[in-house]
Structure formats: structure tokens, C-alpha cells
T-cell receptor, first 110, second 115 residues
Framework: GENVEQHPSTLSVQEGDSAVIKCTYS??????FPWYKQELGKRPQLIID?????GEKKDQRIAVTLNKTAKHFSLHITETQPEDSAVYFC?????????FGTGTSLTVIP | DSGVTQTPKHLITATGQRVTLRCSPR?????VYWYQQSLDQGLQFLIQ???????AKGNILERFSAQQFPDLHSELNLSSLELGDSALYFC??????????????FGPGTRLTVL
């Protein structure tokens, strides 16, 4: 299918624990993989991205890893906080289009 | 603030009607994308324009159409509206093609309610 596979669809973690969300894509020619955070009723906001020539990228508590051989990329959030609670979408830039995962609803329990 | 603007913020209309949603991309961005997000759903790509020309088409219904004007703003036209068209409609913009891996920035969305 066109959409990126994203797992899990829901994730609950205790505050301070880590959260990992994984996406699998299909086109080996895809070269850009952004992650978006969307709070209820608001716009998706880019939180981190990775390009195909890099295996890992980190920004404070957020990191993304890319495994081109297996065609998957993952979002890692460490030391989770209640304000991390939101829906997270991965996306794949394939040609002129962006294909989005189905979203992961993350709940951080205080 | 992403720099992408969308109007109106909310729109309530009746079945069978036609509406136009408007999007202004970030300054300098040539590409505009339209997405539909129904309740508890992911983002469904509808259509993309680049510098006034249609570049890619996704799951866009024949009742829907779009265009991008010379000043690069874009409009999404939805006609013969049905209850199932109620959704959040987002537009996003990105820079020039050919640079590979262009960041996409989303507008605040238009919430369409069809009664």
C-alpha cells in the first residue's frame, strides 16, 4: 500500500520512561523521513527528521534512527514528560509526495 | 507559527453545498500540499501543486478540485458536500523541488462540518 506502516497505534508510558515508535516503508528510493507531533485539534508540527545518508539523529530527548536495509525508521523519546502526550506521525518523502503513517497516540502517565 | 496560513478556521455548511478553502504558503515556498484528516484518522494526501502546476494526486474525490495561483496561494474547492466530508483540512508548504528531502510545514487547518 501507499501508506507507511506505523506501530504501535497507542502507547502508554510512565513519566520518565522511554517511548519508541517504529515505521516501515517500502520504497528504497525514499530519501527523507520526518516525524510530526500533533496535539488534539492542532496542526502537525515537525519535531525531527532524518535523511537517507544518515543513520541516526538526536535532538535533546528525541532521536530518530534509520535502517535502510530493513526499510524502517524509529522515533525514540527519552525521559518522557506529560507534555509529550500527543499523536505522532511518521512520514516518507517519495518523489514529490509525502506518505504518512497512521499515527501513534502516546500517553505519558504522571 | 509555521508561516502557513489557512482560512477560514471553521466552516459549517449543509449537504450539497460547495465551499472553498484557502491556503497561503510560507514565503518562498513553491509547493503546496492538501491533506484531509477525519476524526481519529491519519493524514490522507489529496493533491500537490508546485509553482502553479499540479504535481501529484492522491485520494482526492472527483467532487474536489484545487488550484494554485500566480501568487502561490492555493484553494481547495469541495462541492456536492456529504456528511462524510466533515474533517480537518490541512495545507502544507515546502520549498523548491529537486533539493530532495524538503521539510513540510503545516497550516493551522480548516475544520469543515457538514450538517
Amino acid at each position: 500500500g501507499e501508506n507507511v506502516e506505523q506501530h504501535p497505534s497507542t502507547l502508554s508510558v510512565q513519566e520518565g520512561d522511554s517511548a519508541v515508535i517504529k515505521c516501515t516503508y517500502s520504497d528504497s528510493a525514499s530519501n527523507y523521513f520526518p516525524w510530526y507531533k500533533q496535539e488534539l485539534g492542532k496542526r502537525p508540527q515537525l519535531i525531527i527528521d532524518i535523511r537517507s545518508n544518515v543513520g541516526e539523529k538526536k535532538d535533546q530527548r528525541i532521536a530518530v534512527t534509520l535502517n535502510k536495509t530493513a526499510k524502517h525508521f524509529s522515533l525514540h523519546i527519552t525521559e518522557t514528560q506529560p507534555e509529550d502526550s500527543a499523536v505522532y506521525f511518521c512520514a516518507e518523502n517519495r518523489g514529490n509526495q509525502f506518505y504518512f503513517g497512521t499515527g501513534t497516540s502516546l500517553t505519558v502517565i504522571p | 507559527d509555521s508561516g502557513v496560513t489557512q482560512t477560514p478556521k471553521h466552516l459549517i455548511t449543509a449537504t450539497g453545498q460547495r465551499v472553498t478553502l484557502r491556503c497561503s504558503p510560507r514565503s518562498g515556498d513553491l509547493s503546496v500540499y492538501w491533506y484531509q484528516q477525519s476524526l481519529d484518522q491519519g493524514l490522507q494526501f489529496l493533491i500537490q501543486y508546485y509553482n502553479g502546476e499540479e504535481r501529484a494526486k492522491g485520494n482526492i474525490l472527483e467532487r474536489f478540485s484545487a488550484q494554485q495561483f500566480p501568487d502561490l496561494h492555493s484553494e481547495l474547492n469541495l462541492s456536492s458536500l456529504e456528511l462524510g466530508d466533515s474533517a480537518l483540512y490541512f495545507c502544507a508548504s515546502s520549498g523548491a523541488l529537486g533539493r530532495g528531502g524538503n521539510e513540510q510545514f503545516f497550516g493551522p487547518g480548516t475544520r469543515l462540518t457538514v450538517l
